[in-house]
């Protein structure tokens, strides 16, 4: 099977502009997280989509959203770019939704910068 | 949310085994203990995840203490790819698939 993917792996933006990250799940996973990682703040966890409904959201401010297809598939948006949002933004897909009695698989990444 | 303590480095060498520690004493009853690793460069991996009985899998062992207010994963025989984050995650029963990931701990591995 073939792992999570994630689409691009590296990106160059400048403030004020808008990106949009997309991450494809392992086939058959119904449950799409995303994380932001930097290194002040370390992971933290941005939203999970299951079944095209978001489950759960982070502490981060309205400019940061996301959506899931009926394919799992899953994109994130993060509009007005700032220099903080400059990070490695991770997703992570499961076949549950049930975090306790299950694992995630995750994917390589996407690294963002904004100038 | 249930919080873990764990020692901010480690070192091993190539081919010794490798006791990870975690401390949650306000562990509940119903919180599953998970481990996931991340490599340089990489995104997190998953290890291996129990709630109250020691597991093992091929990539590593858990050993829960009794009372549950501590864990340890073991790497039986360290590698070079092992360097890594450790992070030792609870996940309530119902929870949904929200990690919280602490500081972990950094594994170095000497040749």
């Known amino acids: 099977k073939a792992g999570v993917t994630q689409t691009p792996r590296y990106l160059i933006k400048t403030r004020g502009q808008q990106v949009t990250l997309s991450c494809s799940p392992i086939s058959g996973h119904r449950s799409v997280s995303w994380y932001q990682q930097t290194p002040g703040q370390g992971l933290q966890f941005l939203f999970e989509?299951?079944?095209?409904?978001?489950?759960n959201k982070g502490n981060f401010p309205g400019r940061f959203s996301g959506r899931q297809f009926s394919n799992s598939r899953s994109e994130m948006n993060v509009s007005t770019l700032e220099l903080g949002d400059s990070a490695l933004y991770l997703c992570?897909?499961?076949?549950?939704?049930?975090?306790?009695?299950?694992?995630?698989?995750f994917g390589p990444g996407t690294r963002l910068t904004v100038l | 949310d249930a919080k873990t303590t764990q020692p901010n480095s480690m070192e091993s060498n190539e081919e010794e085994p490798v006791h990870l520690p975690c401390n949650h004493s306000t562990i509940s009853g119903t919180d599953y203990i998970h481990w996931y690793r991340q490599l340089p460069s990489q995104g997190p991996e998953y290890v291996i995840h129990g709630l109250t009985s020691n597991v093992n899998n091929r990539m590593a062992s858990l050993a829960i203490a009794e009372d549950r207010k501590s864990s340890t994963l073991i790497l039986h025989r360290a590698t070079l790819r092992d360097a890594a984050v450790y992070y030792c995650i609870l996940i309530a029963r119902g929870a949904t698939n929200k990690l919280i990931f602490g500081t972990g701990t950094l594994l170095a591995v000497q040749p």
């Open positions: 992570a897909s499961s076949p549950r939704t049930s975090g306790a009695n299950n694992e995630q698989f």
């Open positions: 989509y299951f079944s095209e409904t978001q489950r």
